[in-house]
Structures are given as C-alpha cells and as structure tokens.
C-alpha cells in the first residue's frame, strides 16, 4: 500500500486478508464443536434418537398398536426388551415409533424458526430505521406472549393438527432468534470492512451473502439448538395433555401419561420413556450451550481467591527512624512456569511520618501492583511470592490476608484511578461514606449522618447535603473523586494511598484534587504514597520520590535531587519526556530512545 | 420511571388484543367448522344454519371480534358453548389456584435461583458442581416429568404429600401449601437453573469491577460486598431475564395442572381445548395475557426500584 491511498481503499486492500480473525466460520466451529466430549455425546445420542425413529419398523417387530392382554405390565424380557404397558403393547416399539410425531415438530418448528427469525433480525439489523423499530416492537410483543396458550387455540381450531401447532410455536419462538440475529449484524454492520465493501459499490446482496450470514451462523446455531429443546419439551407436553397425537397412537409424551396412570403399582413404565426424553432435551440443551461456548469463548472461571502461605516475617530492622511504614523484598509474579513474568522485583520502600512519597514509572512498571499489595487487594492472575511489612515496628507478611484485611480503611485509606468506577452505581454518596463509618467507628443514625457532612465538607463540597442524596451517575468526575477522598479519609487512617488520583479528570479539576489532597495531608498529618506516571504531579506534592522500571526500584530520592541529579539514566530519560519541559517546534524526546542502555545498565 | 410503565401498559394494549384475536382469526382459516364439531355427525343443515348463527359464525371475523371485544370490555366473556355457563364466572374461582402457584414460582426461583447463582460464583469445589448438575438436571426435566418422579418419591414411597387435588386456603391454610407444594417445586426446576446461570455470570462480571475493590479497600466486610453490593448489580441483568423465564413458567403450570389434578386456568384450558370449546379457551387466554402484562409490569417495577438510572429518570 503506497502512502497516497486513501484509508478506504487501504482498508479494502486489506479486505481479503483480514476477514476477522474471531469469525467462527462454519467448517471450523463444527471442527471446534466436535472437540468437546459433551458436544460429541450429545450430537451421537441425537443421531441414535433419528435412526431410531427412521427405521422403528425394522428394529422392532412388535406393532406399537398390538395388544396382548394376557402379557400386561411385564418388565423386560427377551421377548419384550423394555416389557408391556398396561394393555400389553411392547413399550419398545412404542418408544420407537413415538419418535416420530417429536422429531417432525422439531423440524417443523425449526423450519419456521430459523427462516422467520433470520429473516426479520437481518433486515431489521442491516436496513436500520423505521424497518428495525418495528421489527423490535414486534419481537418483545411475542416475547410477552404466553406460549402454549396460544397452542392450545390453535390445536382445538384446526382439529389437534401437531403440525399447525409446531408451525405456530416456530412464529412465537422467532422472537428470540431474530433479536440475537438482530444484535450481531449490527455488531458485524458497523466494522470497518463492510463499509469499505458498501463504498467500493457491492451490492446489498452480496454483502449480506458473503460477509454477513457467516458471521451469524454461529449465533444461529445456538438459538436453534435451545429452541429445539424448548420444542421437544412444548411438544411431548402437548401430547402428555392427550393434544396433539390422538391416544392409541405412540408419542412420548402420550406414552408418559399412560406410565403415570399406573404409576402406584407399575413405576418401571415411566423409566424408558422418561429417560429417553429427558436426554433428548439434554442432548439439544447440552449442544446449545456448548454452541454457545464455542461460539464466544467468553466463560470465565470464577475468580477465586488462592490461600496465600502465611510465613512468620522476619522483622525489618532496618527502617530509618520516624518510618510509619516499611516495605521489604516485595515480589510479585503472574503466570506459571514457562510463561511466569515477573512484574514487581525486591521492591523496598520506607515512608517517614506524616511525608508524601511519590512512586514514578510508566505503565506496567509495577507502581499499582505495589500498592496494592499493601492492602492485599492484588488482582487475580497474580501472586506474590516475597514481601514483609512493617507499620509502627510491628512487620507482618504481606502473605497474611487477614492481617491486611485488619488494616484496610482504618489504618489505610485508598483512592482510585477511575473515581466513577470506585463507586457502587446503586447506591448513594452518602451510603457510601455511611457504611464506612458504621464499619469501622459505628454510632446512631444521626451521629453518622453528622459525620457525613463534615466529611463531604472537608473534601470542599459546598453542598453537602445535597450530595449525600445523589447517585454516582448524578455527580461529575471531579466530585467523584472528592466523594472518593472524603471515603478514604472517613475512618480516619493514617496512611493513604492515591493511586493515580488525577489521571482521569480534567486539567483544572487536576489541580483543585491536588490541592485538596495536599491540604488535607498536612491537616491530619497523614503519610501518603501517590502513584503517578506525572512528574507535575511529584514537583507539586511529594517530598521524595521513587522512580520504579520493569517491577525494579531503579532509586529514591528527595524530589529535589531527582529533578536536579538524577542519578539514573532511566530516571533523566523519563524526566526528559515529560511533554511539560518540552520546547516548542523540537521533537518529544522518548523512552525508546534510551531503552536499550538503561536495560543494559540495569541487567 | 413513569415512561417506563407508560409504555409496558401501552405495550400491553396490543399485546392483549392480538393473544385475543389470534383464535377468531384462525377460527376463520380452520378447515373444521365449530358448529358442525358441537352438532355431531347427526345435525341438519337447519339446525346448522340456526347454530351458526346463534354462535354468530354467520358474522365476519371482525365484526365477531368487535362484539366479543366489547362484551368483554364490559366484564362479559360470553357463555360455554357446551355447558352454557357464564365464562366469567368459570375463569373466577380458577384464578387463585393458578395465581398461587405462579407466585410460588416466582418466590421459589428468585430466592433459589439467586442463592444458587451466587454460590457458584463464589467457590468452585463440590458446591459449584453440584450445582452445575442441578441445572443440567433442570434443563433436561419438563414440567410435567418433574412432577410425576416427585409424585413417585413424595406420594407414592415416602407419602409426605398428597400426590393429588387441591385445598382452598380458607377451608385448611398448610393443606392448601400442602397441595401446592409439588407443584411449585415441579414448575420451578427448569427456571431455578435458568436464574441461577444468569446470577452466576452477573457476579463474575461485576466481582471483577472497581467498585469492588474499591469497597474492599475501604474495609468493608465481604459478606456484605458480596450479597448487597454485588449481588445487587448483578440482579439487574437478572431480572430482564426473570420476565422471559416467568412467561415461560406459565407453560408449566399449564401441563402441572393436569398432573397434579387442580382446578386453575391452565386446566380449564386444556379441557376446552380437547372439547373445542372455544369461548371458554378464549377468555382464558385472555386471563393468561392478563397475566403475562402482569409479570411484564412487576418486573419493570422491580427493575426501576433495584436500578437508580431507571428510577430517577
């Protein structure tokens, strides 16, 4: 591609190459599909049900209609290999035979399903407007509608016809797969090459053909396999109601009622064909999800949390005098084995009364992780392997989840990156700041309330009591972060820790948080660590900072040494970037352009 | 708030009318003639021609709709076809059995459900594949099988419950949950797995959210994060699918009826169905769409009352 092209045309050069990757085109989603055991399981035990029901006849002799009163109610034997029903038919045959009104309605209902529903989802979804307004109006409708009463109009209307009544169900059930239909062509109508492919002038058609029915073949699949289940469960059900298939005549569900007539002195009756319908409606079930799952492998194992091994610390001795807090060997890792990584190294740090220590670095330097740690809030996927500390002379193991737990709001107070995000959207500011303060201090009702105000006034909103009331999604960013402050400070701590506090707000908001955060330290003579990748934010706050790379403390120094003499290539190389020096018309200097030195003078 | 049940009752409006027209429409396309199904093969053609028009077969569709619409409006839902009885007054008496046990779903999904949602979320070990096999066990076991293996182990072995019939609450109150108790516990299999999926992948979601940490790191205690902060955020997507799952469970209680022999709509239904008549299977449609707008409209409430954005707009 020359430089003179335009991005369409580059997107469209690239057209053929880069059909997305995460399309699961047809041939290798059954490839995916087969994989799985229960997927397998489940398409065998499907394909035994089809044969069965195809060839009943061959497969057993009995006639599912033949009586033989003198042999009622027998288990099984040789002769009859799942016994006789109460009017001695051979259930075998029955159950064979029976197949085939369930499997119809299957395919019955399928047929309509999946021409009605694709059909209304793609043009709703592709055509957009008035079309697509409709379409979804339309769709809740029939999501309200209570199924099988409708079937049961339609089964006394049109003389107990099974086919009619499939043929309703698939109408009804469209709703469900032209809305999933709906959602993905909308997904797939807003990516980059189908509108490279509508300027370049193909035809509707043809991007529906070639670039759109791939793409929701999966999702399909999906909502077809759950809606045969539905369809099998709706349709025995009908004919267990004695609907549908007229009695004499072998249906499953007919054959359930029969088994529970004599369910006091016969309950083998209901084992054979119970069985083989709940796996049927398993086996569609089963399949349906594990469609899904290969579909979008978007399952995620539950988080849990592993049990940390609790050593017995060694104590830090050697902490300078007036340190509130001391870090020792904290070492952090993710992953297992060949793929480990180590994300935090022997990081140490010591922070002295009532001082505010930067932590400077770009971002995966480690800076949060460290922090983190500190509270025992590290995310999952990480493990650390090495750490101890001190607060007030006592150490323990950063290991100990509980100790950490003790600590947390109490002794040490934390804001967050995101200000919104921090905050719970469904309940209120003052909900908030209350619950924190019933935690840790308790006291009446009103005691707390007065309580609220005072903090909300302290981190300078002017309008307290109005606040208390509001929800996070009623409040700015920059009020967010002072109902967050306000919240690490409510019990009181000693220590805070801000974890990029500003990074997401405004320039001018920037400012009157780090003001406030500045004044309130110095009111309650608090120690706070901050974490920053802003060198702004270090000249204006902190007294000394620690310049982290790779997980490793490269040195830490008083803020002034840092700016003036620093004392390691990184840490001029990373003062030299900062866009606040920089001269206007030269070229921001970089990281890159000194990587490879410092990592040859770190190593 | 407001526009939000504004509209669901003005969806409702449609909604009613075409569960309602459905059957006159069909009646006009069926092949079988309802007049000559009631007369028999033995009718003549006068006694044909003066049913029809007794019945107002003679009419238009429309014109058939329109009147039935307007007796309806005024609280009259016209009489059997077979018995003559006054359809209201053979819908009333059956809607607490099926209002009960509706509720009893309900109840017993949302408490179950959730409860088992959150579990899973929480611990994987034995109590997450317990109840990975409970749902599978859920998923593969209709309404109408569910309550025959219960009636087998419940009634016929262990008789703690009677397998059939039902008690008016006024007559016996713990005969009446006696009765009901099977039922509900048959309806709600499917539905409990259902709720307890959604629940599970609501928590996984929102655990891994800032807002949980942040709760965390401020102290507060994990019982509550998890079962009021978590679990009310993760209740929202729950409860859009809690209304598609209850119209579902109408379905159920339809065919449970029948099993468990109690005299509510789904069981009039279903007799109407087999003996075509139709008056009556349509004013229990009606009560059934009635129902279905219901459900639609408790769980907007619950929605806007859990969801403050919705609440407050």
């Known amino acids: ?603 | 708030m407001l526009a939000t049940i504004r509209t669901r009752l003005l969806l409702s409006v449609p909604l009613l009318l075409i569960v309602t027209l459905v059957s006159f429409v069909l009646n006009s396309l069926s092949p079988s003639d309802l007049a000559r199904t009631i007369l028999g093969a033995d009718g003549t053609q006068e006694q044909y021609l003066a049913l029809r028009h007794d019945l107002g077969l003679d009419r238009s569709i429309l014109i058939q709709y329109a009147s039935w619409l307007g007796n309806a409006l005024s609280g009259d839902l016209g009489a059997s076809y077979l018995t003559k009885e006054r359809v209201l007054s053979m819908l009333n008496p059956r809607l607490g059995v099926t209002l009960s046990i509706m509720t009893g779903v309900m109840l017993v999904c949302v408490s179950l459900g959730l409860l088992f949602g959150v579990l899973s979320a929480l611990r994987g070990g034995w109590i997450g594949k317990a109840i990975d096999v409970l749902s599978l066990v859920g998923l593969m076991m209709p309404s109408f099988l569910a309550a025959l293996l219960f009636i087998m182990v419940f009634a016929v072995w262990l008789r703690w419950l009677p397998a059939t019939g039902y008690v008016m609450f006024s007559q016996d109150p713990a005969g009446w949950l006696a009765s009901l108790v099977l039922p509900i516990l048959s309806v709600s299999f499917l539905p409990i797995a259902n709720i307890a999926k959604q629940t599970r992948d609501g928590m996984n979601d929102v655990l891994r959210r800032d807002f949980i940490r942040a709760l965390r790191a401020s102290g507060v205690p994990e019982g509550s994060i998890i079962w009021k902060h978590a679990l009310r955020n993760a209740a929202l997507p729950v409860i859009t699918v809690l209304g598609l799952v209850m119209i579902g469970a109408i379905s159920g209680t339809v065919f449970v009826e029948r099993v468990f022999v109690l005299p509510g709509l789904g069981s009039l239904a279903v007799d109407a169905a087999q003996q075509n008549d139709i008056a009556v299977l349509q004013g229990a449609t009606l009560y059934f769409g009635l129902l279905a707008v219901a459900i639609n409209l408790l769980v907007d409430l619950s929605y806007g009352w859990l969801n403050p954005r919705v609440r407050l707009s």
Not at chain 1, 58 to 83: N, R, T, W
Not at chain 1, 222 to 238: D, P
């Open chain 1, 1 to 603: 591609m020359t430089q003179g092209q335009s991005p369409i045309a580059g997107a469209l050069a690239l057209e053929t190459l880069r059909v997305p990757k995460a399309l699961p085109r047809p041939a290798r989603f059954l490839a995916r599909l087969l994989g799985r055991p229960l997927a397998l399981l489940a398409l065998i035990w499907i394909a035994i049900v089809v044969v069965g029901g195809l060839f009943a006849g061959q497969i057993s002799s009995y006639d599912p209609l033949d009586q033989d009163l003198l042999a009622i109610k027998q288990l099984p034997s040789a002769e009859h290999l799942l016994g006789t029903d109460a009017l001695g038919r051979d259930v075998l045959s029955r159950l064979l035979h029976g197949t085939t009104p369930s499997l119809v309605g299957v395919v019955q209902a399928l047929a309509v399903v999946s021409l009605i529903g694709v059909l209304l989802g793609l043009s709703a979804g592709y055509f957009g407007g008035w079309w697509d307004r409709l379409v979804v109006q339309y769709v809740s409708l029939l999501q309200a509608i209570p199924v099988i009463v409708v079937l049961l109009s339609v089964l006394s209307i049109f003389g107990q016809s099974m086919s009619a009544a499939m043929v309703t169900l698939g109408i009804l059930g469209s709703a469900g797969v032209s809305r999933v239909v709906r959602s993905v062509v909308l997904g797939v109508r807003e990516e980059l090459y189908i509108a490279a492919a509508r300027i370049s002038g193909l035809g509707d058609a043809r991007i529906i053909l070639t670039h759109i029915l791939p793409r929701i073949f999966g999702p399909v699949v999906v909502q077809l396999a759950l809606f045969a289940c539905i369809t099998v469960v709706i349709q025995t059900g009908i004919n267990f109601l004695g609907l549908g298939v007229p009695p004499p005549a072998p249906s499953w569900g007919g054959m359930v009622f029969e088994a529970s007539a004599s369910i006091n002195d016969f309950p083998w009756l209901l084992l054979p064909t119970g069985s083989v319908l709940a796996l049927t409606i398993l086996s569609f079930g089963l399949l349906g999800d594990s469609l899904r799952d290969t579909a979008v492998e978007t399952w995620a194992a539950a988080a849990h949390r592993h049990t940390l091994q609790v050593r017995v610390p060694e104590p830090i001795t050697d902490a300078p005098a007036h340190t509130i807090l001391a870090l020792r060997d904290l070492t952090i890792v993710s992953g297992q084995g060949e793929s480990a990584r180590t994300l935090v190294d022997h990081v140490n740090l010591d922070l002295a009364n009532a001082e505010t220590l930067g932590i400077v670095g770009e971002s995966g330097s480690g800076k949060t992780l460290t922090v983190m740690s500190m509270l025992g809030l590290l995310p999952a996927g990480t493990r650390m392997t090495s750490g101890r500390m001190s607060l007030d002379g006592t150490t323990i193991d950063l290991g100990n989840q509980r100790q950490l737990e003790a600590l947390r709001g109490g002794t040490i107070g934390m804001i967050f990156q995101e200000p919104m995000a921090a905050l719970d959207p469904c309940f209120t500011v003052g909900h908030h700041l209350a619950e924190v303060i019933r935690v840790h201090k308790g006291g009446s009702r009103a005691d707390i309330e007065k309580q609220i105000i005072a903090l909300l006034h302290q981190v300078k909103i002017t309008n307290p009591e109005e606040v208390a009331r509001r929800y996070p999604h009623q409040i700015s960013g920059g009020m967010a972060q002072r109902v967050g402050i306000a919240r690490a400070l409510a019990a009181e701590p000693r220590i805070l820790l801000a974890d990029e506090p500003t990074t997401a707000l405004d320039v001018t908001v920037q400012a009157e948080i780090l003001e406030l955060l500045r004044a309130l330290s110095a009111s309650r003579n608090m120690a706070v660590i901050i974490v920053t990748h802003d060198w702004g934010v270090v000249a204006d706050l902190c007294d000394r900072a620690m310049v982290l790379y790779q997980g490793r403390a490269l040195e830490t120094a008083s803020v002034v040494d840092l700016f003036e003499r620093p004392s390691h290539p990184y840490t001029a190389a990373l003062l030299k970037a900062n866009p606040h020096g920089a001269k206007p018309g030269e070229p921001l200097p970089t990281i890159e352009e000194t990587l490879r030195s410092i990592q040859e003078g770190v190593g």
